[in-house]
């Protein structure tokens, strides 16, 4: 029944904001359908919190890098990666990237680690995070400064006696620096493709001052791009390998898109959905990417990004697709994710 009133109270919501009747109060305390003002506005919500939400092969890493590299940012990659290798969390399974396989069985306990987690990271309570998800942060080295600055700091006590009374307190001293780091950023950014968009109206309840950006790729260009990177487990794989990526990929941004339309309905001014294919070939919409997160291009953050439009424009990386995806790979992409191409193409 609960999962029946939670249809119902979406399906008033939708029916009195497409009208502009209503907008809704953003306090956070998970029970925002009661919070209707009748104003027929919806006010700017500030940002302090961005999630990228994106596919392997999505241009996720290179679009992450540049908000990463921008001043004032803290960055996290791929938080969630150590509690879901290969894998992502829908409102209610545990799905695998590699074919179409989803699991419940104690999905809710994990799906809620998850999301805590998230909510622990964005808010600087870094010691409530499991520290697993810290040390891979910290040791993949794709996370910016203040990570290799408390890879170092923990470096450093391993390196002194292990029966050093002081360790405890100065692997905390690591970690207190770690947060003021995260407190005192004027943005924090996390990359995560582990999970699937129904999960994220639940972030944005948590996180007032969260906004999303959605980053979109064709997927044939994906699954070209899944099979000819070596560490991708397609790479080199039998075709049938292939076909449950296919099949897996394409219900993930079907069911991505289709929750993205419902809840860009409720939270408009929160998300913002892209392709790489435009971030590639146009500076205004990177321009508009920085002014939706509330930043403001730096003169170096501009020339990186001019670099990164030109060398796509010179070796056509977004495009290259066309040309090397097998023709039977390509027919099987055309036929499940017919529904995506579509959506892809009319945005």
């Given at each position: 029944?609960?999962?029946?009133?939670?249809?119902?109270?979406?399906?008033?919501l939708i029916l009195l904001l497409s009208v502009g009747l209503v907008s809704i109060n953003l306090n956070g305390n998970g029970n925002n359908w009661l919070q209707i003002i009748l104003t027929g506005g919806r006010s700017t919500t500030e940002?302090?919190?961005?999630?990228?939400?994106?596919?392997?092969?999505?241009?996720?890493?290179?679009?992450?890098?540049?908000?990463?590299?921008?001043?004032?940012?803290?960055?996290?990659?791929?938080?969630?990666?150590?509690?879901?290798?290969?894998?992502?969390?829908?409102?209610?399974?545990?799905?695998?990237?590699?074919?179409?396989?989803?699991?419940?069985?104690?999905?809710?306990?994990?799906?809620?680690?998850?999301?805590?987690?998230?909510?622990?990271?964005?808010?600087?309570?870094?010691?409530?995070?499991?520290?697993?998800?810290?040390?891979?942060?910290?040791?993949?080295?794709?996370?910016?400064?203040?990570?290799?600055?408390?890879?170092?700091?923990?470096?450093?006590?391993?390196?002194?006696?292990?029966?050093?009374?002081?360790?405890?307190?100065?692997?905390?001293?690591?970690?207190?620096?770690?947060?003021?780091?995260?407190?005192?950023?004027?943005?924090?950014?996390?990359?995560?493709?582990?999970?699937?968009?129904?999960?994220?109206?639940?972030?944005?309840?948590?996180?007032?001052?969260?906004?999303?950006?959605?980053?979109?790729?064709?997927?044939?260009?994906?699954?070209?791009?899944?099979?000819?990177?070596?560490?991708?487990?397609?790479?080199?794989?039998?075709?049938?390998?292939?076909?449950?990526?296919?099949?897996?990929?394409?219900?993930?941004?079907?069911?991505?898109?289709?929750?993205?339309?419902?809840?860009?309905?409720?939270?408009?001014?929160?998300?913002?959905?892209?392709?790489?294919?435009?971030?590639?070939?146009?500076?205004?919409?990177?321009?508009?990417?920085?002014?939706?997160?509330?930043?403001?291009?730096?003169?170096?953050?501009?020339?990186?990004?001019?670099?990164?439009?030109?060398?796509?424009?010179?070796?056509?990386?977004?495009?290259?697709?066309?040309?090397?995806?097998?023709?039977?790979?390509?027919?099987?992409?055309?036929?499940?994710?017919?529904?995506?191409?579509?959506?892809?193409?009319?945005?």
């Open positions: 029944m609960p999962s029946l009133h939670r249809r119902i109270k979406k399906i008033i940002c302090k919190n961005v999630l990228l939400f994106s596919y392997m092969r999505s241009g996720s890493s290179v679009t992450g890098n540049l908000l990463r590299d921008s001043p004032g940012v803290f960055f996290m990659f791929e938080p969630l990666s150590p509690l879901a290798p290969y894998s992502y969390f829908t409102d209610s399974s545990v799905c695998e990237m590699r074919n179409s396989t989803c699991r419940t069985k104690n999905a809710r306990d994990r799906i809620g680690t998850a999301l805590t987690a998230l909510v622990n990271l964005y808010s600087c309570n870094l010691s409530k995070v499991p520290i697993s998800l810290i040390y891979k942060m910290a040791q993949e080295g794709k996370s910016g400064k203040a990570w290799l600055e408390y890879g170092a700091c923990l470096n450093g006590t391993k390196s002194r006696d292990q029966q050093n009374s002081n360790d405890i307190d100065t692997t905390m001293h690591c970690l207190n620096r770690l947060e003021q780091a995260c407190i005192s950023a004027d943005r924090r950014v996390a990359k995560v493709l582990r999970l699937g968009f129904s999960t994220v109206e639940q972030l944005l309840n948590r996180l007032p001052t969260l906004k999303v950006l959605y980053l979109t790729r064709d997927p044939r260009a994906i699954i070209n791009s899944r099979i000819k990177t070596e560490w991708f487990p397609v790479f080199k794989e039998k075709p049938g390998t292939v076909s449950n990526n296919i099949l897996s990929l394409c219900l993930k941004m079907k069911t991505d898109i289709m929750s993205w339309i419902y809840t860009d309905v409720l939270y408009k001014d929160r998300i913002l959905h892209t392709t790489l294919n435009k971030l590639a070939s146009r500076m205004p919409v990177m321009s508009d990417v920085y002014k939706f997160i509330h930043k403001k291009v730096t003169g170096d953050e501009r020339q990186k990004i001019i670099t990164f439009l030109h060398g796509n424009k010179a070796n056509n990386y977004t495009e290259k697709w066309r040309t090397e995806l097998h023709p039977a790979d390509r027919k099987r992409v055309e036929n499940q994710c017919g529904y995506v191409i579509q959506r892809l193409t009319e945005l």
